[in-house]
């Protein structure tokens, strides 16, 4: 009978509070899920507020 290591992962949005686990093995496999973290692993966002809280820059914008 083989055995299979099950990880999941709590991330909770740092803006709204939402809690989702997911069946991944890093912060890599939870951006192709939607989710946005910042690079240091300290920032988390949902789907629904990644957008609201990404940087759009001043492109355009005099």
Do not use: Q, T
Not at 7 to 33: M, P, T
Not at 40 to 62: F, I, V
């Amino acid at each position: 009978m083989p055995f299979f290591n099950i990880h999941y992962f709590s991330f909770i949005c740092d803006k709204c509070g939402k809690n989702e686990k997911l069946h991944v093995n890093s912060g890599k496999g939870a951006r192709a899920h939607g989710w946005a973290i910042s690079k240091d692993y300290k920032k988390c966002y949902c789907p629904d507020c990644a957008d609201k809280m990404r940087s759009k820059g001043m492109k355009g914008k005099h």
